[in-house]
């Protein structure tokens, strides 16, 4: 019989008499006696045991799978591990340099950030960022895709480097030509479900937020995001002058509006924007934002206006 206590220690019972065996850095949460073997599991490891409490085996969480460990078991040659966030992990037991996600047809984790669904089936994504805007800690989720009743998984390795994905835009003209924001390292473009072009400070009007004391400090945080009638897509930027930005596919075009006139210092005075509504019938945009309430833009006729809905006398109650 083998039991553990709240000391992350292991102990051997045999008629009556207790042996220590062994201490772990985290408390075990699962112990198990398989093939003549000790399968010991904690948060972040799992330990395998010979008869003799030889180590055979001790697997760790790694930078493609940051997850919490559950529970494990094994057979003569792998390893099966339960997860929090990707269901089960297969391994070999003498080379678990690599796993292999174990779950049924589904999307790639259960904390989904962003659903958007059309006629070309429902995009899933993971983000995140918090309820004040912060990335931290970043996330290094693929994205999912769930089209003719089967789910489509594609993994962060596959998706230029773009983290903490987001909010969804699919091209009202083209079905299979999707825009998902990254709120960190600038826009994925998706055409037939295949990555094809990641658009950051380098190659579009896209810009990164700039630190006073460090400005090499790269952050592009694009948060909200939609098109309009004439198949512009316009998305928002947080912590920069020039928030909001339109991008025309067909002639690769950039176009920036400033919101100095509302908001001075993009840095302090406002955290982020969340949601971005483009009004169908006259192409007015509407912004969700933390500091400044709803922030209606117009940028027809040339001379762009734009306006904060933020008092109680504008109907827009304040908590």
């Not at 045991?49 to 040659?77: G, M, P």
């Not at 999307?107 to 983000?127: D, I, K, R, Y």
């Amino acid at each position: 019989l083998y039991a553990t206590n709240e000391n992350k220690k292991i102990f051997q019972i045999i008629n009556n008499n207790t042996n220590e065996l062994f201490t772990y850095s985290n408390t075990p949460l699962d112990l198990r006696s398989v093939e003549e073997g000790l399968v010991v599991t904690t948060q972040n490891e799992v330990f395998i045991y010979d008869i003799a409490f030889n180590l055979i085996s001790n697997i760790s969480v790694n930078e493609d799978f940051d997850t919490l460990f559950n529970v494990a078991t094994i057979d003569k040659e792998n390893i099966y591990i339960g997860t929090e966030l990707f269901g089960i992990l297969k391994s070999e037991i003498n080379n678990s340099s690599t796993f292999q996600e174990i779950h049924p047809d589904g999307p790639l984790l259960n904390t989904t950030f962003s659903v958007e669904a059309m006629s070309n089936g429902v995009w899933v994504t993971f983000g995140d960022y918090t309820n004040r805007y912060n990335p931290s800690p970043v996330r290094k989720y693929g994205i999912s895709h769930l089209m003719n009743d089967q789910w489509e998984n594609t993994p962060f390795d596959s998706l230029f480097g773009l983290r903490n994905l987001n909010n969804i835009s699919i091209n009202p003209f083209d079905k299979e030509h999707v825009f998902i924001n990254s709120f960190q390292d600038g826009l994925l473009e998706i055409i037939d479900n295949q990555p094809v072009m990641r658009y950051d400070q380098t190659n579009s009007g896209l810009e990164s937020l700039i630190l006073p004391n460090s400005p090499d400090f790269i952050s592009l945080r694009l948060s909200g995001s939609a098109f309009d009638e004439e198949g512009l897509l316009w998305t928002t930027t947080c912590l920069i002058a020039k928030p909001l930005k339109s991008f025309n596919p067909v002639t690769n075009s950039w176009k920036s509006y400033d919101f100095t006139s509302l908001i001075q210092d993009p840095i302090n005075e406002n955290l982020g924007f969340s949601d971005l509504i483009i009004d169908k019938g006259n192409g007015l945009k509407w912004i969700g934002s933390f500091n400044y309430g709803l922030i209606g833009f117009d940028e027809n006729n040339g001379n762009p206006k734009i306006k904060s809905i933020s008092s109680e006398e504008e109907n827009f109650p304040f908590y």
